[in-house]
């Protein structure tokens, strides 16, 4: 009696275990999605579960792929990152999907890594992030630190002739990573240790009084002073509030976000902000026919003309036109003739350009700056003469100036020490 | 095709433009105009500059335009259009001619655009426009705009009006950017000591960095050490209005504790709940906060008012009708519920999640919450953290009077402290209890509307404030109000004096040790309950 | 069934869950380990690794609970920080792990894990020192979380801090260890935690036989230390905890140093809490501040609530069942499943009380009183808050 809730959780899962492998006889293709549904992170991945499942939405109705239909797979790992890890084996193994688009967190792609790794799968991962990485099963189509950090910078330096730099960031591996990076970066170019500040706040700080006015202090020090925001998410909000209510304007000292896009820009009043930047590979506001095209088309699926879009999106969008060119190329959805045939796609991306997915698994992407609007948007004031290839490891860090990722033959690694002509990590 | 030759049409029309503006200014002016339309944004500056130069009647209007981000042109035909938002739709009207027109959709107009460096122009331009408005505030703002890009000519200007001026705050502007002038570019050392002695008595960021600048690259050796003892002199002034501001920004942390936790200290403190979904009644009258301002656009300014009554009724009876179904049959074992509200609480998230969406929302701010009340120009208490602090202190003053001098309090009182005598007196329990419980959560609406104006509005909102509610519930005492805003206060306090010496993180983790240790000395808080009502 | 029935009914008569509880969870142990590794994929018998490694962690959660009821179903303290022990016992596991993958990481450094070697760290903290080894690592999982809830329970009990005090002390214990955790400073590897594990013992953890062994280990420790509970509530001590709850203060007039029993009972919950800890990181994969998520531990307490409280065997079904429910739920209706979840809670703590362990005890009791009227109801261990 006591053991039955036992027994009966066994025989569910051990029943539904036979009624999936039953089903895979069906025809669709699987396409996993795997972002967080509640949760912290819910609030910026259900907008991408509903982009993937506009795209397969929109496949379908061009006539499926390879003659099948496409079906999507919705799970919630709960901003749980164990839970990424439990929810990606149960994607591969019990819905067997050929595909997974998901993960928006750095910890939960290192979470689910592992596993997509041992079972083989194939997963999308479509947001900026600290770079340091390539593997086989993932294709990274967010932005790396090269392709969002630096020229960010560099704009600054040149455009506004910022000589003193405070480097906020949340605490965790991205904005740790990027602050390496851009610390060195900066003292390459001669700028001095005492011209940087940098500065580390918990996840969702909301109190955000006395780092603003050290960061008015430090920019009262006779040299132009600009703000590299690596802030992550909920905490972006106080922290505007907290600049505009201190009168920070962005004339005085300018803040560039990488974390801060229309989607988080949409949580409140942006009048006071108007003027700080951020550094995208694309906007909503970027002006081509085909974003245009694109923005009609998630306003008629979502139904609400006032949703905005966003990189993350973009890179959702170009990540899933790649993997349908590569599965028409090769033929099949099999992951490894998939991963081959990926290398060398191009797919036009939303700001009117294009996008080539590299033999690093990381895309070339333009870089755009934009200044923040009353309404929200941004404004376009600065992008890349051409597209930058995305580099998984940086030329910046120490431990990582030798390495190399390569997955084309017969190289085929993701880590090549370029020293010591080797091939650390997994080895395929 | 085309477009080559309409190029080729506005590369003659840029071509033209010098010509022009010798014989007709206002030909030239809408030349200029044409170009700004069409230059790319490296390029406006040129343009602009040469626009004030016309010294057209229009050009201060086109200039606030541009600065507010409205100036568009009309792709067909290159027409200036100002589009202005009026309470959530554009309006869109020809610059030049004042006509409105019929909305337009978005690949029909561009923008002309703006970066930071325009804006810069921009403002200083309009400066420039305003150093003789009627208004004597615009005319301080208009020479403080001037203040690091003086030229001889407008400093000479300035000069000449300072002679006309009556007005004390455009006069001390006004010399704070002449001397400013005289420090740096003044023919005598001694006029540049003079000037710099000037600016020792002020604090504006901008005079610290021309002495910084001073300091380290002037020639003479004389000006370098007045630059350094003025520095010395600001400095002090600085580090005071420094612990100043930090005692106003731990003051302001405790308020927002205490009106997240004040509810608590009803439904936890005399309750004796141990309500895990109180966070979400903060949450719940946030989400009023929203709904109230969506209901009425275009009042902005006084929704907070109607929202603070909404969120206590919608809060409150959330709190009820809680009461009512779940905790009303768990009396006597408040650890049990701790597991219902923790489920209620993962309900009323997943209920905002499905009606709302898991986005963030939009939840504006009053002007009058908006802006900071400027003492001088290193201390200035933002509005927003202002009113909240005294917001906080009424809702807890109105609190008090409620429990202490209301037969409701009276009755709450006596329920908490013997359930069955109170019963036996005659007191109807049951309804105490609901209204109790409906009263916590009502205020915790009320918190949430303050929190609306500090924070997100999603549906974390809740979580992140509901272990600091319990942290000052605890520490002060549970079942003791005074307690809950002395711990609130101190907690504020404590946390941001720490925070410039160990960092953000290791401030909290060091209050929640010390709060952890201080129970272990004061095993019931602060303020502990007397009696036996205690446990 | 009525077989089952009538045999857990006779162990009930003679006053011990034991041997069936250990019985039954062995067998379906092994039995999912036979169907994993020698029924072929195809057949309907056959247990999938997936399900291998969910019940692998539905098992140390188990253990978890079990810590849980042992301090608040047997000694009336709710520990709202037990999510703390169990992560600082993954936390060992974790870095034990991390030493293992030795030049096999992406920078393939021989001794600095992949996040200190990005970070530009040197050299190895000191307290990453030794945690190559498996049994000094396999120590520090039982000594790290025993001793902090040493320090913590005698500070506590100590000053005689009860009821919700001590719970909401232990959730601020928690909380800033979390935050702790989080700071890329400590050298765990922050937000990120540690990951990307190969091997345990020098066997692949992505090996089906290793997960297969994983399962079972997790499953006979979480039988022994149920068994070691349970004649160690059923001692003197035992009687002496169970009087703590029921009425400190008159034990404490009697002579008994109550303040010395709850920290010893206190240390031996953490230890069990920190082993479980240690199971859940090799079958999982990863271990991150988010286990500090004073969430998580109020998320513990409620399964035991759910399963009921003062049995140890309601514990382990509380686990199971809830983390099952959260399983099929999410797969099921990812939009909704918090509202089924929230309202599981709700209504388990409405309409049983004493959990699911208490329907069975009213069902044995009342069936025990059908079948032997004159015999008096046995008392039922009974926990008061």
Redesign the interface.
């Given at each position: 009696?006591?053991?039955k809730?036992?027994?009966q959780?066994?025989s569910?899962?051990?029943a539904s275990?036979?009624l999936s492998?039953a089903a895979i006889a069906e025809d669709p293709i699987k396409v996993g999605v795997l972002h967080s549904?509640?949760?912290?992170m819910?609030?910026s991945e259900?907008?991408l579960k509903d982009t993937v499942l506009m795209m397969v939405e929109q496949q379908n109705e061009a006539g499926g792929l390879l003659g099948r239909p496409l079906e999507a797979v919705?799970?919630?790992?709960?901003s749980?990152?164990?839970?990424f890890?439990?929810?990606a084996?149960?994607l591969l193994?019990?819905e067997e999907v050929d595909v997974i688009f998901g993960s928006w967190?750095?910890?939960s792609r290192?979470?689910v890594?592992?596993?997509l790794e041992?079972l083989n799968g194939l997963m999308f991962y479509p947001v900026q992030y600290e770079g340091?990485?390539s593997s086989k099963n993932v294709f990274y189509t967010g932005a790396a630190p090269n392709q969002q950090a630096i020229p960010a910078v560099d704009y600054l330096r040149n455009?506004?002739g910022v000589e003193r730099w405070v480097l906020a960031g949340t605490?965790?591996?991205y904005p740790?990573?990027t602050n390496?990076i851009l610390e060195a970066y900066l003292m390459d170019l001669g700028v001095a240790e005492e011209d940087i500040m940098i500065n580390?706040?918990?996840?969702?700080?909301?109190?955000w009084?006395?780092?603003v006015?050290?960061i008015?202090?430090f920019?009262?020090?006779?040299k132009k002073t600009a703000v590299v925001s690596t802030i992550n998410g909920?905490a972006n909000?106080?922290f505007y509030?907290?600049l505009?209510?201190?009168?920070v304007s962005?004339?005085?000292i300018?803040v560039i976000a990488f974390s801060v896009g229309e989607?988080?820009l949409?949580?409140?009043?942006t009048s006071?902000l108007?003027?700080h930047l951020a550094a995208w590979n694309y906007f909503q506001s970027v002006?081509a026919?085909v974003n245009?095209d694109f923005i009609d088309m998630w306003h008629a699926y979502i139904g609400d003309e006032d949703r905005v879009t966003n990189d993350p999106m973009e890179a959702t969008y170009i990540g899933f036109k790649m993997w349908v060119q590569a599965v028409e190329q090769a033929g099949t959805t099999d992951v490894d003739a998939v991963e081959q045939a990926m290398i060398g796609q191009t797919v036009a991306n939303l700001s009117g350009g294009t996008a080539v997915m590299n033999r690093n698994h990381h895309l070339s992407k333009p870089v755009l700056i934009g200044?923040i609007?009353?309404?929200g948007q941004f404004?376009?004031?600065?992008q890349t003469a051409g597209v930058v290839p995305g580099d998984a490891w940086s030329d910046y860090?120490?431990?990582?100036k030798m390495?190399l990722a390569d997955w084309s033959a017969p190289l085929k690694c993701?880590?090549y020490?370029t020293e010591t002509g080797?091939c650390?990590?997994?080895v395929y | 095709m085309k477009q080559a030759l309409l190029m080729f049409g506005c590369w003659l029309a840029l071509w033209s433009t010098p010509t022009v503006a010798e014989t007709d200014t206002t030909s030239s002016y809408d030349d200029l105009l044409m170009a700004l339309t069409e230059a790319d944004l490296n390029a406006t500056q040129p343009i602009l500059e040469k626009i004030e130069a016309t010294g057209h009647p229009e050009v201060l209007s086109l200039f606030q335009t541009l600065l507010d981000g409205n100036l568009h042109f009309r792709k067909a035909d290159q027409v200036l259009l100002s589009i202005v938002d009026v309470n959530g739709t554009d309006q869109y009207t020809e610059f030049q001619s004042g006509t409105a027109i019929e909305p337009l959709g978005r690949r029909d107009v561009s923008k002309i655009r703006v970066n930071n460096n325009l804006r810069n122009f921009l403002s200083s331009a309009i400066g420039r426009l305003q150093l003789r408005s009627s208004e004597p505030d615009l005319r301080s703002a208009a020479v403080l705009s001037l203040l690091t890009t003086l030229d001889a000519a407008t400093a000479d200007d300035l000069a000449e009006l300072r002679r006309e001026e009556s007005n004390r705050t455009v006069l001390s502007s006004i010399d704070l950017a002449l001397a400013m002038y005289s420090a740096r570019s003044a023919n005598t050392v001694a006029a540049q000591i003079t000037a710099i002695d000037t600016l020792s008595d002020r604090l504006q960021p901008e005079a610290r960095n021309l002495l910084f600048d001073l300091e380290r690259n002037a020639d003479n050796p004389a000006v370098r050490e007045a630059a350094t003892a003025a520095l010395k002199k600001i400095d002090g002034k600085v580090t005071f209005y420094g612990y100043v501001d930090q005692l106003f920004f731990g003051l302001s942390l405790g308020s927002v504790l205490l009106l997240a936790a004040i509810g608590l200290a009803i439904t936890f403190g005399v309750m004796g709940v141990i309500n895990m979904a109180h966070g979400e009644m903060l949450m719940l009258g946030a989400y009023t906060t929203y709904v109230v301002q969506l209901l009425m656009p275009g009042f902005i300014n006084y929704s907070l008012w109607v929202a603070i009554p909404a969120a206590f009724i919608v809060a409150g009876l959330f709190g009820i009708l809680i009461e009512r179904c779940v905790i009303r049959f768990l009396h006597g074992r408040p650890l049990e519920t701790l597991l219902a509200t923790f489920g209620i609480s993962l309900i009323l998230q997943q209920l905002v999640r499905t009606v709302f969406s898991p986005l963030n929302r939009r939840v504006a701010a009053p002007d009058w919450m908006s802006g900071s009340l400027e003492i001088n120009p290193v201390l200035s208490l933002t509005y927003n953290r202002l009113t909240i602090l005294i917001f906080a202190l009424i809702v807890f003053v109105a609190l008090l009077v409620i429990m202490k001098k209301t037969a409701l309090g009276l009755y709450v009182r006596a329920v908490s402290q013997n359930r069955d005598m109170a019963k036996a007196m005659g007191i109807k329990t049951d309804r105490v209890d609901a209204l109790t419980f409906g009263l916590g959560s009502g205020i915790a609406g009320i918190g949430g509307v303050a929190l609306s104006q500090l924070t997100n509005v999603g549906p974390n909102l809740g979580q992140a404030y509901i272990i600091d509610s319990f942290m000052v519930v605890v520490f002060g005492g549970v079942g003791n109000l005074l307690g809950t805003l002395v711990a609130a206060f101190t907690l504020g306090i404590a946390n941001k004096f720490l925070e410039p010496v160990t960092g953000t993180v290791l401030a909290s983790i060091l209050v929640l040790v010390f709060i952890i240790l201080f129970i272990q000395k004061r095993p019931k808080g602060l303020f502990p309950q007397r009696g036996r009502a205690a446990e | 069934m009525s077989l089952l029935t009538t045999f857990m009914s006779r162990r009930n008569s003679l006053g011990s869950p034991v041997l069936p509880f250990v019985t039954i969870l062995m067998t379906l142990t092994v039995l999912a380990a036979i169907g994993n590794l020698w029924i072929p994929a195809d057949s309907a018998l056959h247990v999938s690794t997936y399900t291998i490694t969910l019940l692998g962690k539905y098992l140390s959660f188990a253990m978890l609970a079990l810590a849980v009821d042992i301090v608040w179903g047997y000694c009336g303290i709710l520990s709202l920080g037990h999510g703390a022990f169990f992560a600082l016992g993954g936390y060992a596991m974790g870095m034990y792990l991390m030493r293992q993958i030795g030049s096999r990481g992406v920078y393939g450094d021989p001794i600095l894990p992949d996040f200190m070697v990005f970070l530009d760290w040197d050299v190895l903290p000191w307290y990453w020192l030794g945690m190559d080894q498996f049994w000094f690592a396999m120590l520090m999982v039982l000594l790290v979380p025993g001793l902090l809830a040493f320090v913590f329970g005698w500070l506590a009990f100590h000053s005689r801090v009860t009821g919700v005090y001590l719970s909401i002390i232990t959730q601020a214990l928690t909380y800033a260890l979390m935050l702790a955790f989080f700071r890329n400073e400590m050298g765990f590897g922050g937000n990120n935690g540690l990951t990307d594990f190969k091997d345990l013992l020098g066997f692949s953890l992505q090996a089906d036989t290793t997960r297969v062994a994983l399962l079972l280990c997790t499953a006979g420790l979480l039988a022994a230390i149920f068994m070691f509970s349970h004649w160690v509530l059923k001692s003197r001590f035992g009687k002496v905890i169970e009087a703590i709850r029921d009425g400190e203060p008159r034990v404490r007039f009697l002579g008994y140093r109550t303040d010395r029993y709850k920290v010893a009972l206190f240390v031996y919950s953490a230890m069990i809490a920190g082993i479980a800890g240690a199971l859940y990181v090799p079958q999982v994969g990863i271990i991150n501040p988010g286990e500090f998520a004073p969430l998580n531990s109020i998320e513990i307490v409620v399964w035991v609530a759910v399963g009921g409280r003062g049995t140890l065997y309601g514990a382990v079904i509380g686990a199971l069942l809830v983390n099952y429910a959260k399983t099929r739920f999410t797969a099921l209706m990812p939009d909704g499943w918090l509202f089924m979840l929230g309202a599981l809670f709700v209504l388990v703590t409405l309409f049983l009380p004493k959990g699911l362990a208490g329907v069975y005890g009213q069902l044995i009791t009342s069936w025990k009183r059908g079948r032997n009227r004159d015999e008096p109801p046995q008392r039922n261990q009974e926990a008061t808050s």
């Open positions: 009696m006591t053991l809730p036992i027994l959780g066994l569910f899962a051990v275990t036979v492998t549904l509640s949760g912290t819910a609030i259900t907008t919705v799970v919630d790992p709960a749980n990152w164990p839970l890890a439990e929810k084996r149960e193994t019990q967190t750095s910890v290192k979470s890594l592992p596993v041992e340091e990485e455009e506004l605490d965790y591996v740790r990573t390496k580390y706040t918990p996840f969702s700080h909301s109190d009084q006395s780092i006015s050290d008015k202090t920019g009262s020090a006779g909920d909000v106080p509030k907290e505009g209510n201190q009168g962005s004339a005085d300018p989607e988080e949409s949580g409140f009043d006071p108007v003027g002006d026919d245009y200044e609007q009353d309404d404004e376009i004031v600065w860090l120490p431990g990582s390495l993701g880590n020490n080797t650390s990590g997994t | - | -």
